[in-house]
C-alpha cells in the first residue's frame, strides 16, 4: 500500500495494477522479537502514465487490484486502504475511499 501510494503521489498511474505485478518478500531479520517488514517492488512499469485526474486515476488503479484479490475481506481492504491513505483504519476518509470502490464494483456487475 505504501508503494502504490507512493507511485500515486508521484503523479503516476500503473495502468493494470495487477497481484501478479507486486512482488513482496520478507528479508530475514536480526531478532525473534522484532517486528518484521516487507520490502515491496511493483513490475511492468511500461504503460505507467501521468494522472490526468488524481483522485478518478488513483481509484481506477486501486479498482484493478480489487478486481484481482477476490480473496481480500473487508477488514483487509480498509487496513490496505489505512496504510495507503496514511489514516486511521476506521476514519472516514477510509471509509469514503473503500465506499467508492464497492460503488465502482456495483457498477461494473450490472
Given at each position: 500500500?505504501?508503494?502504490?501510494?507512493?507511485?500515486?503521489?508521484?503523479?503516476?498511474?500503473?495502468?493494470?495494477?495487477?497481484?501478479?505485478?507486486?512482488?513482496?518478500?520478507?528479508?530475514?531479520?536480526?531478532?525473534?522479537?522484532?517486528?518484521?517488514?516487507?520490502?515491496a517492488v511493483?513490475?511492468?512499469?511500461?504503460?505507467?502514465?501521468?494522472?490526468?485526474?488524481?483522485?478518478?486515476?488513483?481509484?481506477?488503479?486501486?479498482?484493478?487490484?480489487?478486481r484481482r484479490?477476490?480473496?481480500?475481506?473487508?477488514?483487509?481492504?480498509?487496513?490496505?486502504?489505512?496504510?495507503?491513505?496514511?489514516?486511521?483504519?476506521?476514519?472516514?476518509?477510509?471509509?469514503?475511499?473503500?465506499?467508492?470502490?464497492?460503488?465502482?464494483?456495483?457498477r461494473k456487475?450490472?
Amino acid at each position: 500500500a505504501r508503494l502504490v501510494r507512493e507511485i500515486h503521489q508521484a503523479g503516476l498511474m500503473h495502468g493494470c495494477l495487477f497481484p501478479k505485478h507486486l512482488f513482496l518478500s520478507r528479508p530475514p531479520s536480526e531478532s525473534p522479537d522484532s517486528t518484521w517488514q516487507m520490502d515491496a517492488v511493483i513490475i511492468d512499469l511500461e504503460k505507467t502514465r501521468r494522472f490526468v485526474l488524481r483522485r478518478h486515476e488513483c481509484l481506477r488503479d486501486l479498482y484493478v487490484l480489487w478486481r484481482r484479490l477476490k480473496g481480500w475481506q473487508h477488514d483487509e481492504w480498509r487496513q490496505f486502504l489505512a496504510v495507503y491513505r496514511d489514516a486511521d483504519a476506521q476514519s472516514a476518509e477510509v471509509s469514503q475511499w473503500l465506499k467508492e470502490l464497492e460503488a465502482r464494483a456495483a457498477r461494473k456487475r450490472r
